[in-house]
Each structure stands twice: as structure tokens, then as C-alpha cells.
């Protein structure tokens, strides 16, 4: 299918962005960015018209839902909202260097997708349990909040990082944001995936109710969202009463970010009404 050549050119397109984004914080040239910049961007647009081909092949099929509907569509999705949330956070801060963290997660997700064995990139037919408008609400929120924290854990890295660079001026470290800028980043991010998390688990659970006729049943999907619900809310809520910034945040959104990959990821080797994701 058109389609998965396409995103097959995207996972090298993302790769070849992190290279550039990583010659620009070693060499301290702008010209790498612009570069790394361009590379994300049409990657990112070569991906949107990839899902909307996918989506407009399930029509033809007579299928016709939007491509969230197994694992190998919610990897590309992860990727895709990852790449758009930074986009976005570059374009506002006009910093790039965060890129070099960031890109390399969306192209490993998106290598991930093309090549792990067992995951089909075939459209299938809906099983009774997905068809359902709450599934694409649900599917939504949960993978934005999946980004932000992903944006978060990335600048806990360069925090960690820079932080044990202590007085370095190589270029590398002398391009990164201030230990306060990214601080705040990383508060603002996981803030961000919190509402995004709530929301997501909220109609999911209206789904579950639609689907199962239980808003809740402590399926091992369920659980360890609300586990990893609760170590975000324990990271922002030490942040807001007992002041806890930087290393602490920063080793906090590791924790995090490894609660969401076994949330997503590990749940999938137990039995779980969500193993088709």
C-alpha cells in the first residue's frame, strides 16, 4: 500500500532530522538546523497525508474508521503527535536544540512499527468492541498526553545532562536551554500530559462502560494507566507543595516516561481486553 511506503520514507526522513539536529548542537552552526528543522516538517507532513491515504483506504475497503484502530496505526500516531508537539514547542521557544532529544524517539517508534515482528500494518475490520466514536476521543487524548510526557522525559534527559556538564562551553551543551528553562519545560509538559492522561482515562472509561457495560474493570491496560495517572500527579503535586525543580523533576519524568512505555508497551504480553493495542 501507498501508504506504508510512505511511512516507511518517514522513519528515515525523522532519522536523517535527529543527524541533522545532532550536527547542529556539535558544530554550533545554524545552517544544520534550518536543515534539521525542514527535515521534520516534511516529514511530519509526508506522515499526515500517509494517515489520511490510510484513512481514506479504509472507505474504499469498506471498512471506513480513522486509522487508530490497532497497534501498528497507534505507533505511527504516537510518533506523529511526538513530532507535532515539538514543532510546536520549537516554533514558540525558537530553540532547537531540544530536537536532538526528541527526533530520535518518534524515528525508534516509527523503526519499531516497520520491522518488530507481529505487527501487521494491514486494514482490518473493526471488532465490535472499537466501533465506537469514543474509541478516536479516547485514542486521541491518550496519545497526546503520550507526547507531552515524551517532551517531558526528553528535557529531563538534557537537563540530567547539562547538569552534569557543570561549566562546559562546548557547543553542545552552550546551545541548550538554562537549567530554568528547562525546568520549567519539563513542569509545563507533564502539566500538559496530565490534563491530556485525565481526559483519556475519563473516556475510556465511557468506552469501556459502551463497550463492556463497565466503566472500570481493572484490566492490566487499565491499572497501569492509573498507576502511571498517579505518578504524574505525584510529580506535580510535589512541585507545587514542597517545591521540588530540577534534578528531583527531572528524575521524575524518567520514572514517568517509563511508566507510559510499560502502559503502552509491556501491559501487551498479559492478557488484557486491550491486547489488539
Known amino acids: 500500500m501507498i501508504n506504508t511506503t510512505i511511512l516507511s520514507w518517514v ?8 543527524v541533522f539536529y545532532l550536527f547542529r548542537m556539535i558544530l554550533g552552526r545554524e545552517f544544520w538546523g534550518r536543515l534539521a528543522t525542514g527535515a521534520a516538517l516534511i ?11 490510510r484513512w481514506k483506504t479504509s472507505y474504499d475497503l469498506g471498512m471506513g474508521h480513522a486509522p487508530l484502530s490497532n497497534f501498528y ?3 505511527i500516531f504516537f510518533a506523529w503527535t511526538i513530532v507535532l508537539l515539538y514543532l510546536l514547542m520549537e516554533w514558540r521557544l525558537k530553540n532547537r536544540s531540544i530536537g ?3 527526533l530520535p524517539v518518534a ?31 479516547h485514542v486521541l487524548t491518550c496519545f497526546m498526553g503520550y507526547a507531552s510526557f515524551t517532551v517531558a522525559f526528553a ?36 502539566a500538559l500530559g496530565f490534563v491530556f492522561l485525565t481526559l483519556g482515562i475519563a473516556t475510556g472509561a465511557v468506552w469501556a462502560h459502551y463497550a463492556w457495560g463497565s466503566y472500570w474493570s481493572w484490566d492490566p491496560k487499565e491499572t497501569w494507566s492509573l498507576i502511571t495517572w498517579l505518578v504524574y500527579a505525584v510529580m506535580l503535586h510535589t512541585r507545587l507543595v514542597r517545591g521540588w525543580r530540577g534534578r528531583r523533576m527531572a528524575i521524575m519524568t524518567i520514572v514517568g516516561f517509563g511508566c ?6 509491556g501491559v501487551n504480553l498479559l492478557p488484557s481486553l486491550h491486547s489488539y493495542m
Open 11 to 18: 522513519t528515515f526522513i525523522y532519522f536523517a532530522a535527529f
Open 43 to 53: 516529514g511530519l507532513a509526508a506522515q499526515s497525508a500517509a494517515w489520511i491515504i
Open 73 to 75: 496505526e497507534s505507533l
Open 100 to 102: 536532538v532529544f526528541v
Open 107 to 137: 524515528f525508534l517508534i516509527m523503526a519499531y512499527a516497520s520491522i518488530a515482528p507481529g505487527i501487521s500494518n494491514r486494514i482490518e475490520p473493526l471488532i465490535p468492541a472499537l466501533q465506537s466514536n469514543w474509541l478516536t476521543s
Open 155 to 190: 528535557l529531563g534527559i538534557m537537563f540530567l545532562t547539562k547538569s552534569a556538564a557543570g561549566e562546559s562551553k562546548n557547543a553542545f551543551i552552550r546551545l541548550m536551554p538554562s537549567e530554568y528553562q528547562m525546568d520549567e519545560l519539563m513542569y509545563s509538559s507533564a
Open 260 to 265: 507510559v512505555l510499560f502502559t503502552y508497551l
